[in-house]
């Protein structure tokens, strides 16, 4: 059974970072697809980004526009992490945080069809 747990969000203030970081488990596939996604209050969820790791070792990210050149994905699959730095963090980057898996046979680029979630990590951006 694939867990995933996020940690790391919280409150800041306009222009701060943050480091989010998601603890996964049981999510064994050679190849992986994971990702971030969020959702703000009265807003649909949205992918934030994505990382495609391929069993070679080599690896892809994808961004929404909306965090591009603010945010990095990694993964640390030794210690069976993935990690969101978030810089330059604006009011609108406000929302509920979520960590997500699917099997790497899906596309990894696709938004909509996601597995594995987490809980959620809360992230306040105030100006």
């Known amino acids: 059974q694939v867990q995933l747990v996020e940690s790391g969000g919280g409150s800041v203030q306009a222009g701060g970072s943050l480091r989010l970081s998601c603890a996964s488990s049981?999510?064994?596939?050679?190849?992986?697809?994971m990702g971030w996604f969020r959702q703000a209050p009265g807003k649909e969820r949205e992918g934030v980004a994505s990382?495609?790791?391929?069993?070679?070792?080599?690896?892809?990210?994808l961004y929404a526009d909306s965090v591009k050149g603010r945010s990095t994905i990694s993964r640390d699959k030794n210690n069976d992490m993935v990690y969101l730095d978030m810089n330059s963090l604006k009011p609108e980057d406000t929302a509920m945080y979520y960590c997500?898996?699917?099997?790497?046979?899906?596309?990894?680029?696709?938004?909509?069809?996601?597995?594995?979630w987490g809980q959620g990590t809360q992230v306040t951006v105030s100006s």
């Open positions: 997500a898996a699917k099997p790497p046979a899906r596309q990894c680029a696709r938004w909509d069809d996601y597995t594995y």
């Open positions: 049981g999510y064994t596939y050679s190849s992986e697809c």
């Open positions: 990382i495609f790791r391929h069993f070679s070792g080599s690896s892809s990210t």
